[in-house]
């Protein structure tokens, strides 16, 4: 069994930084792909960033070039460094899992969720 605890978000306003962190408990190893999805109120969940076993890192286009996925393998921990927020970027912020070796886009390609941290960004 894998658990996954995301740190606390928070509230920034637009144009700062947020660096959300999430612990792995459990049966995890480096060949997991792990990822960051993302809710708004209303809206469906999606994938913003997923990195392979390789170090293989993909982003959804909407944060390219502002977000940086990372993983830490000793400490079990996954990062993700939020710059250039916006106040579209304001959602609930889920740690994702998934022992295949290969990252899906999709919520359904991941099987181990963690509870979600809120991300507010205000203009």
């Known amino acids: 069994q894998v658990q996954l605890v995301e740190s606390v978000g928070g509230s920034v306003q637009a144009g700062g930084s947020l660096r959300l962190s999430c612990a792995a408990f459990?049966?995890?190893?480096?060949?997991?792909?792990m990822g960051w999805f993302r809710q708004a109120p209303g809206k469906e969940r999606e994938k913003v960033a997923t990195i392979g076993s390789g170090g293989t890192t993909n982003y959804t286009d909407s944060v390219n070039g502002r977000f940086t996925i990372s993983q830490d393998n000793a400490k079990n921990t996954l990062y993700l460094q939020m710059n250039s927020l916006k106040p579209e970027d304001t959602a609930m912020y889920y740690c994702?899992?998934?022992?295949?070796?290969?990252?899906?886009?999709?919520?359904?390609?991941?099987?181990?969720w963690g509870q979600g941290t809120q991300v507010t960004v205000s203009s």
């Open positions: 459990g049966y995890i190893y480096s060949s997991f792909c």
């Open positions: 994702a899992a998934d022992p295949r070796w290969y990252c899906g886009t999709q919520p359904t390609d991941f099987r181990y």
